[in-house]
């Protein structure tokens, strides 16, 4: 069932539409340097808020986990991150993080195991990383990619394998992964006694910018992570878990005729949608032999 929303109530180009963890509220922004939310009741909504604060396009909208309240982060052209929160009815920004120079390109929370945590990815080539904790916000930022960071993508915050073996400790981690236009893929671990992220793992073989990465939810043997990229592929990076907390990761290409902008994973974490340059989706799937396959194909 598909629900249109044909006035949107935006002045110019929108970028990011983000439904809360409910499916209850619908989170728009715009080049009109504006967030919109909506209420979702059935098949029809109403617009209840508009959000103003970013002097720039906002890019990307997220929610937080529920657990910590009504909580939406934004991020857009101006380099600025808001926290925004509801409360009673009313929304408010409640932290303003402006210490990025460039345009910070997307937002990403950690999985809820792992705190009120929002990873940053900017032009300016660094990674932010905010966190609520005795009430307030702090952050940490740090250079990832020399040339700019594209996209940022948390691991499931359980380790791997955690839920098919009794021998991997059931503790909650806190590791993501970057792509930037370095062509590269890094995978980030925080280090408790330095209290600091450090690169654990450089990923080359992309020729060209790296637009998008996302780390598979799956809690199998294996972790996989996919990234897109101008270079008209996208690699999916396995790793076998039994070796703590990784083995070396090894990468599949799959070719395409355009540029691959975003991948995501499906919720059990075993199909990856890819969409490109050329409007169209498609669906991917490992086959039993370990390669990967084309399922389904959505052509507009």
């Given at each position: 069932?598909?629900?249109?929303?044909?006035?949107?109530?935006?002045?110019?180009?929108?970028?990011?539409?983000?439904?809360?963890?409910?499916?209850?509220?619908?989170?728009?922004?715009?080049?009109?340097?504006?967030?919109?939310?909506?209420?979702?009741?059935?098949?029809?909504?109403?617009?209840?808020?508009?959000?103003?604060?970013?002097?720039?396009?906002?890019?990307?909208?997220?929610?937080?986990?529920?657990?910590?309240?009504?909580?939406?982060?934004?991020?857009?052209?101006?380099?600025?991150?808001?926290?925004?929160?509801?409360?009673?009815?009313q929304w408010s920004k409640v932290f303003d993080f402006a210490m990025h120079t460039a345009s910070v390109n997307i937002v990403s929370?950690?999985?809820?195991?792992?705190?009120?945590?929002?990873?940053?990815?900017?032009?300016?080539?660094?990674?932010?990383?905010?966190?609520?904790?005795?009430?307030?916000?702090?952050?940490?930022?740090?250079?990832?990619?020399?040339?700019?960071?594209?996209?940022?993508?948390?691991?499931?915050?359980?380790?791997?394998?955690?839920?098919?073996?009794?021998?991997?400790?059931?503790?909650?981690?806190?590791?993501?992964?970057?792509?930037?236009?370095?062509?590269?893929?890094?995978?980030?671990?925080?280090?408790?006694?330095?209290?600091?992220?450090?690169?654990?793992?450089?990923?080359?073989?992309?020729?060209?910018?790296?637009?998008?990465?996302?780390?598979?939810?799956?809690?199998?043997?294996?972790?996989?992570?996919a990234s897109a990229s101008q270079d008209k592929t996208v690699r999916i990076w396995t790793s076998d878990t039994s070796a703590a907390?990784?083995?070396?990761?090894?990468?599949?290409?799959?070719?395409?005729?355009?540029?691959?902008?975003?991948?995501?994973?499906?919720?059990?974490?075993?199909?990856?949608?890819?969409s490109g340059g050329d409007n169209k989706v498609s669906l991917w799937k490992e086959s039993l032999k370990g390669g990967w396959e084309?399922?389904?194909?959505?052509?507009?």
């Amino acid at each position: 069932m598909t629900q249109t929303i044909t006035n949107s109530g935006h002045d110019d180009m929108i970028h990011d539409a983000v439904l809360d963890y409910y499916g209850r509220r619908l989170a728009t922004c715009s080049s009109d340097r504006t967030i919109k939310i909506f209420e979702i009741e059935g098949e029809s909504h109403r617009l209840t808020e508009t959000l103003k604060g970013h002097e720039g396009a906002v890019w990307c909208v997220a929610w937080a986990h529920p657990k910590f309240g009504n909580i939406l982060a934004s991020a857009g052209y101006d380099g600025k991150v808001f926290i925004w929160r509801e409360q009673g009815g009313q929304w408010s920004k409640v932290f303003d993080f402006a210490m990025h120079t460039a345009s910070v390109n997307i937002v990403s929370w950690a999985p809820h195991e792992a705190g009120c945590v929002l990873a940053c990815a900017s032009s300016d080539g660094n990674v932010s990383v905010l966190e609520f904790k005795d009430n307030s916000w702090e952050h940490k930022i740090f250079p990832a990619h020399g040339l700019g960071v594209n996209a940022v993508s948390w691991a499931p915050a359980l380790s791997p394998g955690s839920l098919v073996s009794s021998s991997t400790p059931n503790t909650s981690v806190r590791r993501f992964v970057t792509g930037g236009s370095d062509n590269m893929v890094k995978i980030w671990d925080w280090s408790p006694e330095t209290k600091s992220y450090n690169t654990t793992h450089t990923l080359p073989g992309h020729t060209d910018w790296v637009r998008d990465v996302s780390w598979s939810p799956t809690l199998l043997s294996k972790s996989y992570i996919a990234s897109a990229s101008q270079d008209k592929t996208v690699r999916i990076w396995t790793s076998d878990t039994s070796a703590a907390p990784y083995g070396d990761w090894t990468s599949t290409t799959l070719n395409f005729d355009a540029v691959v902008w975003r991948v995501s994973w499906s919720l059990s974490g075993n199909v990856l949608a890819v969409s490109g340059g050329d409007n169209k989706v498609s669906l991917w799937k490992e086959s039993l032999k370990g390669g990967w396959e084309c399922v389904k194909r959505i052509e507009e």
